[in-house]
T-cell receptor, first 114, second 114 residues
Framework: AQSVTQLDSQVPVFEEAPVELRCNYS??????LFWYVQYPNQGLQLLLK??????LVESINGFEAEFNKSQTSFHLRKPSVHISDTAEYFC????????????FGKGTRLLVKP | KAGVTQTPRYLIKTRGQQVTLSCSPI?????VSWYQQTPGQGLQFLFE???????NKGNFPGRFSGRQFSNSRSEMNVSTLELGDSALYLC?????????????FGQGTRLTVV
């Protein structure tokens, strides 16, 4: 069975510091990987996705994630965070043959402090 | 273009009642999925519809049901409400129905069962 593990439930960090949010998945077949962000009282917004090709994917607001097949990981990184990055971040996988459905991790709350 | 619209945004119901939530996908999107989000269980997949057919179903009791109309709008129904059904219910739409598809989420309906 598939599963997604986000190792940290909360990550506090000072503004302008780098951050890494960790995500590991387990699956016996190829998967597609996503990071979503959720601001308070909002739905989920897609941050970035890995479908195929280059293992390093980037978002427009400075986040990046690297797909590592051997370590079954898809960690999210940002070299310098802003107060506005404070939110809940969810890692998710989907795979062929399952129609369209995600398995989400439990989420990591990123708290950026001034 | 308009995003995914979920109505109502907030709902308070009494245990034992039933409730219907509505989701209007992005124009042209034919796949609609529903998720339940709770602090304890995180985001869990309920079901997915594509062209009025339920293609995929999560691990929820039969009290949870849904349907999709010819215009792709979807409703989910929960009968005989329990306190544990209190959650944020999120709807997601996508253009096609493959696993490598980007999903767009609505802001959710927050259901409180008292």
């Amino acid at each position: 069975a598939q599963s997604v593990t986000q190792l940290d439930s909360q990550v506090p960090v000072f503004e302008e510091a780098p951050v890494e949010l960790r995500c590991n998945y387990s699956s016996s077949v190829s998967v597609y990987l996503f990071w979503y962000v959720q601001y308070p009282n909002q739905g989920l917004q897609l941050l970035l996705k890995y479908l195929s090709g280059s293992t390093l994917v980037e978002s427009i607001n400075g986040f990046e994630a690297e797909f590592n097949k051997s370590q079954t990981s898809f960690h999210l990184r940002k070299p310098s965070v802003h107060i506005s990055d404070t939110a809940e971040y969810f890692c998710a996988v989907s795979r062929e043959g399952q129609g369209f459905s995600f398995i989400f991790g439990k989420g990591t709350r990123l708290l950026v402090k001034p | 273009k308009a995003g995914v619209t979920q109505t109502p945004r907030y709902l308070i119901k009494t245990r034992g009642q039933q409730v219907t939530l509505s989701c209007s996908p992005i124009s042209g999107h034919r796949s609609v999925s529903w998720y339940q989000q709770t602090p304890g269980q995180g985001l869990q997949f309920l079901f997915e519809y594509f062209s009025e057919t339920q293609r995929n179903k999560g691990n929820f009791p039969g009290r949870f049901s849904g349907r999709q109309f010819s215009n792709s709008r979807s409703e989910m129904n929960v009968s005989t409400l329990e306190l544990g059904d209190s959650a944020l219910y999120l709807c997601a739409s996508s253009l096609v129905a493959g696993a490598n598809t980007e999903a767009f989420f609505g802001q959710g309906t927050r259901l409180t069962v008292v």
